[in-house]
């Protein structure tokens, strides 16, 4: 026969610490002889996503026929000492090449992005920088020749892990070098020499597209005439690569990585690069958007609360992790997350303003008050150490926005307003700081 010692349960408003009473150390009573009752769940069923609205980038899955693609057929070398036989690289481009060739804009691409900025006649689908690009946009497409790449270690149509490697007839995986900023910025390079292109009017980034960009003005002086950065930073962040080596380490905690050979498999480690997503989606937003757009609302009023996602924050973060996973690539965001995490201007150089004393030409820096993967103090450091290393052409925006990091994506009026006026204005002294109203 077992037996429980019963404790004692306090009045309704009295200090809440259980005691045991003298009965409990006097007596032994048989668990026959108690009221019990439990009332547990019933079990946990599968988890429901429901469908989100709001203000989201857009970014699509591309098939082979949406995208040009350039074949660089020599060997490739890697800042890090990797060496591919070869490489290749999706594109997009809009508007014409003029004659003298220096209306071509470089637009580099975040993390997430693929080549499809803006809808064309092979992909009418909208792009992720649909309402920026085209006629008499921030990017005006009647002056300027828009070239968009996605990213040497990207999964949609340039050169990357998934890739088949022509010496083995299977994707590389991890095998594939370590990539950095610098390759991604070389690799581009050299398609605008098999486009013809000797001088940009213009590179253009934001987030790791930024870093590309400033990257671009210093190891190509002679080839870039203007440079925008936006929310991005000279060096990555102890904050940042911290977030980031969590989303690689969900990933690599997925038995169904497999050491990156899981291409074979029926299996990919989808679950690991959700909870990557969710991870990022939280780095990439504010929480006085959150806080507006959501604040503690339930996903339903009338569905019992069980250990699935109750509010609609929760559901937001699991959408975003369900849909991102069926368009990426898992060893991909190892890749070039890890290339933006070893990002550094100052790389072998005395101190950030001597490394920047080769970006001479007019700069535009842009940042969010409210991004936290960027802060937009590391914007605010940037424009400073460009104008202490001497250059006078420096022009910097600041917002006030609720979007947090992806503001670069979604505020038109303030992205876009200032992007057209650096871009179509010959700028000869330093912009100073203005504020933007949120947006």
């Known amino acids: 026969m077992f037996f429980i010692k019963r404790a004692l349960v306090l009045p309704r408003r009295s200090v809440c610490v259980l005691k045991w009473s003298k009965l409990a150390y006097s007596t032994n009573i048989p668990i026959e002889d108690l009221d019990l009752e439990f009332k547990g769940l019933d079990g946990i069923s599968k988890c429901t996503i429901q469908s989100i609205e709001g203000p989201e980038p857009v970014y699509l899955k591309l098939k082979e026929n949406m995208y040009k693609s350039f074949h660089y057929e020599n060997k490739f070398t890697f800042k890090l000492g990797g060496v591919l036989p070869e490489i290749k690289l999706a594109y997009e481009t809009w508007g014409h090449l003029n004659e003298k060739k ?31 690009i085209g006629e008499k946009m921030a990017i005006d497409t009647e002056k300027f ?13 340039s050169s990357g892990p998934y890739s088949i490697s022509p010496i083995t007839k299977k994707p590389y995986a991890t095998t594939f070098p370590i990539i950095t900023v610098d ?6 390079f050299l398609l605008l020499d098999h486009l013809g292109v000797d001088r940009l009017h213009a590179s253009v980034g934001s987030s790791l597209g930024g870093m590309c960009s400033l990257l671009s003005g210093l190891k190509y002086p002679l080839r870039v005439s203007k ?10 962040e102890p904050s940042s690569i911290a977030m980031r080596y969590l989303q690689r380490k969900a990933i690599m905690l997925d038995p169904k990585w497999n050491n990156g050979f ?29 806080k507006e757009r959501f604040g503690r609302k339930k996903m339903s009023d009338t569905e019992p609360i069980t250990l699935c996602p109750s509010f609609e924050i ?23 997350s890890k290339a933006m995490d ?98």
């Open 183 to 188: 390759d991604m910025v070389k690799a581009q």
């Open 314 to 336: 929760e559901n937001y973060l699991n959408h975003q992790g369900e849909t991102f996973s069926t368009k990426y690539d898992p060893n991909s965001l190892l890749y070039l």
């Open 342 to 439: 070893l990002f550094d201007l100052a790389e072998g150089c005395d101190s950030m303003v001597d490394a920047l004393q080769h970006l001479k030409c007019p700069v535009l820096i842009m940042g969010s008050q409210t991004d936290i993967l960027f802060p937009v103090k590391q914007q605010r450091d940037l424009s400073k150490w460009i104008k202490e290393a001497g250059n006078s052409q420096v022009s910097y925006f600041e917002m006030d926005s609720l979007y947090g990091h992806d503001t670069f994506l979604l505020n038109l009026n303030d992205v876009g307003t200032a992007l057209k006026g650096f871009l179509e204005t010959k700028l000869n002294k330093t912009g100073e700081i203005s504020k933007s109203k949120k947006k």
């Open 145 to 157: 020749y828009v070239i968009c790449v996605n990213h040497l270690g990207s999964c949609f149509g």
């Open 262 to 290: 899981y291409y074979d498999q029926k299996e990919h480690p989808i679950n690991g690069l959700r909870l990557a997503r969710e991870i990022a989606t939280v780095t990439y937003r504010s929480g006085p958007e959150w």
């Open 102 to 132: 220096d209306n071509a804009i470089l637009l580099f691409t975040g993390l997430s992005a693929n080549s499809h900025a803006k809808r064309n006649a092979n992909n009418l689908q909208p792009g992720w920088w649909e309402d920026f």
């Open 227 to 236: 440079v925008i950065a936006i929310s991005t930073c000279a060096r990555a």
